[in-house]
C-alpha cells in the first residue's frame, strides 16, 4: 500500500460519517497552524505547508478541485507568508509579530479582490463542471481563504473576519462533501478565530497607544 492509499484510507467512522487519514492529519495541523497563528508564531507558516500539503489528498479523494486548488493555494501562500513574518516588523515587548488594523485602502483591496476573484472561479467552476460539482460555496472557500491568508500574512487583524466568513461556508460543504472532520474541524476553528480575532484586536490597540503618545509629544 502506498502512501498515498493510507492516506486515503478510512481511519473511523462516527454517526455515519466516514473519516480518511488525510482529512484527519491534515485538519490538526491546520488548527494547529491557526493556534500558533493567534500567538503570532513564524511557525505558524510551515504548519499550514504541511497542512496543505496533506488535504490536497483529503480534497481529490473527494473530488473538490476548488479544495485542492485550495490547498495548492494555501501551499504557496504559506511560503509567501514564512519570508514576509520572518523579515517582519516585531511587537517590542515580547518580539512576536506586530499586529494592525487595515487601512480604509487595504480593506477595499481585499474586499473587491474578494468579490471578483469568486466571481471569476466561481464562473470557471460552473463552466467546466469537472472541476467541481458545487461551484459557487467552493469558489468562495477557495478565494476566501486567499484573502485570509495574505491579510494574515501583512500582520492584518481582518484575517480573522475573512476566516469567519469562509467558516460559514466552510461547516457545510465539508459535511455534504463527506470530509466530515474537516466539518468538525472548522467548528473549532470557529472558537479559535473568536480567541484570536479578540487577542489581535487587543495588541493592535495597545500598539496604537506608544505611536498616538509619541506623536502628541
Known sequence: MS????????????????????????????????????????????????????????????????????????????????????????????????????????????LAGTALGTLAVGALFTAVPELSWNPWPDAYIFVGTLAAMVAQARGLVEFWFAWLLVDVVGVPLAFTSGLAFSGLVYVVYFALVLWGMRDWWLRSRTAAKPALEGAAA
Open 3 to 110: 502512501a498515498l492509499d493510507w492516506l486515503n484510507g478510512e481511519a473511523f467512522s462516527v454517526l455515519g460519517q466516514h473519516v480518511i487519514w488525510s482529512d484527519m492529519i491534515g485538519n490538526l495541523i491546520g488548527l494547529a497552524a491557526l493556534a500558533l497563528g493567534w500567538r503570532r508564531s513564524v511557525a505558524t507558516w510551515p504548519a499550514q505547508f504541511l497542512s496543505g500539503l496533506i488535504l490536497v489528498a483529503a480534497y481529490a479523494q473527494a473530488h473538490l478541485s476548488g479544495g485542492v486548488g485550495k490547498q495548492v493555494l494555501v501551499i504557496v501562500v504559506a511560503l509567501w507568508g514564512w519570508r514576509q513574518w520572518a523579515a517582519g516588523r516585531r511587537d517590542a515587548q515580547d518580539g512576536s509579530i506586530a499586529v494592525r488594523f487595515a487601512t480604509w485602502r487595504e480593506r477595499g483591496v481585499l
